[in-house]
């Protein structure tokens, strides 16, 4: 260390309510430029041949550089490097000139990029104009605002929206920012004649530049408090940046940053000196300035087509494009086989006594699929041995990670690796759905999302499963029924998890949704909601044999090879009959336990396709013969849906709904479906609602649950009108007749509990989901480019 030099700081601070040590705090921030500097940085970029920006964009870029010596010498020519040592990059038609330097948060405006422009915004984006000089391009657009209101709104709404999508506060907060934004000057006008202005944009990043502005406000600001403080640090208060007398807008402006800096600054030191630093000096430390990859010129290829106003916009463009696009990213079932193949790797690293080392590496080998699926009666070998297929492959794979002490120690490997805190059963589901889909995933590929997501909804995970449990191996499923109605827990669990894979992977079973409620059962309709894992444990249950059975011929029926005719028809194009297969058609029939061969039938003696409504009505047939018992509307209708003990869906067998039930299939699904707005009607003075449709319109499901969450609410409401109505009604009301007959207040005191069970349970899941199960936001170097 050179003599002289302060060191470095470590803080322990608290963030909210984590602990987090913050490494690498200066003990004081960087001075702003010098009138000087900000001259010989104009003087560089002038004498280097390949650049050209205004001296206006020379002095912002100069501006927001706290340190700009590098930034001179990378513009100043030598004679071995005429362009002088500035970064460069051969984009698409174009060449982009870049320096690379660290420049001041403060000095930084969150700029237009594809993933805000595509979004709805309440904000309009500015007009975008490319600037030339002699027909040669340069490295800086302008963007044209109506006046100074539209440009704080537009700051102000995106670094709102951003923080909205994701925030890596707690990542920069630690360690800072460690990635280049990417950036370039602008030259801001305005409409209403306002005088122009010169800042630097972010273009990629912007993700970055909000979390900065995030850790800057403190951990407990909400987003419009982070977008409030950003646009004031930017742009001042109107009072005091624009229409203050003096000099021109642009240098009121840089002042007012200056200030900014200035008040930052002396809060820092005064924390700093003192005897023992806190979390606000590591907030403003760690945010102050963050590395900057600067355009500063442009040239475009010969033949190039786009005009010269256009090349540097669309140069930027390509860059974005091959962060954001070409460089594909891990998807999230990637990352998954990641954590879960790495905590397995871990455990057998331990050298844990309670289990054979050998035997665990033979599973990491079945589950990365370095061991083939024709080797798996060799590793797991038995008498009989396992089937050589992949749907056996499964079953053993998840009996061995399912054992319970293995479980716990996966799922704390995981926790450690994704730096969560907790995981639940559905958590460690969707960490085994990417390795247990491997043998099959190219062949059912258009269904492998629906299957992804029924593993991330406890795929067959029941509390049975997570007991350990070893598989009974046979080459017909359906002999396995008898064992397990006899007690047999091996059977029936092997029944469990061969059945429920082979269902999940060909879209059997699915994480349903509230419009599937009301659609037809050939249109993916169910007659009630529930978790994938609740609908395994019932047609598992040792009494259910219309669901054992159901789980055996569908085990006897997948293939690894191809996907069903229920799940995906294939249909002629050209009319003309696809040529004979010698294989038998795939497909899974519905299960009649009357029948001889127990496939059930219809009139003309065609065997009856199988389809996900089935699937789930037999996992509690009794609850689906109340539903149809209790179908006929009541005088008073309300909209709830049907659970297991009459009251409305999600009851305690642990089923949920989050939106209102509709209409449309209810004498298809056997579902008490009836609209709320009948209340209205029955009661009279109201307006029936509206009840969404999903099938019904293209908007996106957030937009389709806003509109069910009003229905709901007004729903509720008109309710609570309507009771209030016949409370003033009842003393008019005459002795001969009670205002509501006790039969119908039986009724609707059902109804009510039922709702209120929906919402509990939609309130607790809502608050399952948002709770820090997998920890805090991933660094930012891991989410930063999927999401800015």
Avoid at 111 to 123: K, N
Avoid at 260 to 284: M, N, S, T, V, Y
Avoid at 368 to 379: F, K, T
Avoid at 529 to 536: G, L, S
């Amino acid at each position: 260390m050179t003599t002289g030099t302060p060191a470095v700081l470590s803080l322990d601070c608290t963030w909210g309510t984590d602990s987090l040590r913050v490494t690498n705090i200066s003990p004081q921030l960087p001075p702003d430029p010098t009138d000087q500097q900000i001259a010989s940085v104009r003087a560089a970029g002038r004498a280097n041949s390949s650049t050209w920006l205004p001296d206006a964009a020379w002095e912002a870029m100069a501006r927001a550089t706290p340190r700009p010596e590098p930034l001179t010498v990378q513009l100043r020519p030598t004679s071995d490097e005429p362009a002088g040592l500035l970064m460069v990059e051969n984009v698409e038609g174009a060449t982009l000139r870049s320096v690379v330097t660290r420049v001041l948060l403060s000095e930084l405006f969150p700029g237009i990029q594809p993933r805000t422009g595509m979004e709805y915004s309440e904000v309009s984006d500015p007009q975008v104009h490319g600037i030339t000089h002699d027909g040669r391009p340069g490295a800086i657009v302008q963007y044209r605002y109506e006046d100074l209101a539209h440009l704080r709104n537009h700051v102000w709404h995106t670094i709102y929206a951003t923080l909205h999508i994701n925030s890596y506060a707690t990542s920069i907060l630690t360690r800072s920012v460690t990635r280049n934004l990417i950036t370039h000057p602008v030259e801001i006008t305005f409409d209403d004649g306002t005088e122009p202005i010169h800042v630097l944009v972010v273009r990629d990043g912007i993700t970055r530049l909000a979390s900065a502005w995030a850790v800057q406000a403190g951990h407990g600001a909400d987003p419009a408090e982070v977008a409030t403080l950003a646009t004031n640090a930017l742009l001042g208060t109107a009072s005091a940046s624009w229409a203050a007398p003096g000099p021109g807008l642009g240098q009121r402006l840089a002042a007012g940053r200056a200030q900014w800096r200035q008040d930052r600054r002396k809060e820092f030191d005064e924390e700093i000196r003192g005897a023992a630093p806190g979390l606000r000096a590591a907030q403003i430390a760690q945010s102050y300035v963050v590395p900057a990859q600067i355009a500063v010129g442009v040239e475009g290829h010969d033949g190039r087509l786009v005009s010269p106003e256009d090349i540097f916009d669309d140069a930027i463009r390509s860059v974005l494009a091959s962060v954001h696009v070409e460089f594909k990213q891990w998807d999230e079932a990637a990352q998954n086989v990641e954590i879960i193949t790495r905590a397995l790797k871990r455990i057998i690293q331990q050298d844990d006594p309670r289990w054979d080392t050998a035997d665990l590496q033979s599973v990491y080998g079945i589950a990365v699929g370095r061991i083939p699926v024709s080797e798996l009666s060799q590793v797991f070998g038995g008498d009989p041995a396992p089937p050589a297929t992949a749907l056996w492959r499964a079953v053993y794979l998840i009996s061995a990670l399912t054992q319970p002490d293995l479980l716990e120690l996966l799922k704390d490997q995981a926790k450690a690796i994704k730096g969560g805190q907790r995981m639940s059963v559905k958590g460690f589901g969707e960490l085994l759905g990417p390795i247990i889909d491997l043998p099959w995933r190219a062949k059912k590929k258009l269904v492998t999302k629906q299957a992804r997501n029924a593993w991330n909804n406890g795929g067959v995970l029941t509390n049975d499963v997570t007991q350990g449990w070893t598989p009974i191996p046979t080459k017909d499923f359906t002999t396995l029924i008898a064992p397990a109605m006899n007690g047999d827990d091996d059977a029936r669990r092997t029944l469990a998890v061969a059945g429920g894979v082979a269902l999940i992977a060909d879209k059997l079973l699915t994480r349903n949704v509230g419009s599937s409620l009301g659609a037809i059962k050939e249109k993916g309709g169910v007659p009630f909601r529930a978790d994938v894992y609740k609908v395994i444990e019932g047609l598992s249950k040792r009494t259910n044999e219309l669901g054992l059975w159901t789980l055996a011929l569908a085990a006897n029926t997948f293939r690894s090879d191809d996907l069903p005719q229920n799940s995906v028809t294939k249909q002629s194009l050209t009319g003309k009959e696809s040529t004979a297969s010698s294989e038998p058609p795939y497909v899974y029939f519905k299960v009649d336990l009357e029948a001889e061969d127990h496939i059930a039938r219809d009139a003309a003696g065609v065997p009856e396709r199988l389809y996900e409504w089935d699937v789930v009505a037999a996992s509690d047939p009794d609850r689906v013969a109340r539903a149809v018992q209790s179908s006929v509307p009541a005088p008073i209708p309300v909209s709830v849906g049907p659970s297991s003990n009459g009251e409305g869906a999600s009851g305690q067998d642990g089923t949920s709904a989050d939106e209102p039930a509709e209409t449309s299939g209810a004498q298809d699904s056997g579902a008490p479906l009836f609209q709320f707005g009948a209340v209205g009607e029955a009661i009279g003075g109201f307006v029936p609602l509206p009840s969404p449709r999903d099938e019904d319109t293209l908007a996106p499901p957030s937009q389709r649950a806003a509109g069910h969450r009003k229905a709901l609410r007004l729903g509720v409401q008109g309710a609570r009108d309507a009771l209030d109505h016949l409370h003033t009604l009842e003393p008019e009301v005459g002795d001969h007749t009670p205002i509501v007959p006790v039969d119908q207040l039986d009724q609707l005191h059902k109804l009510l509990v039922g709702i209120l069970t929906d919402v509990e349970n939609l309130r607790r899941r809502v608050v399952e989901d948002h709770a820090p199960e997998d920890g805090d936001p991933e660094s930012e170097e891991s989410q930063e480019t999927a999401l800015d």
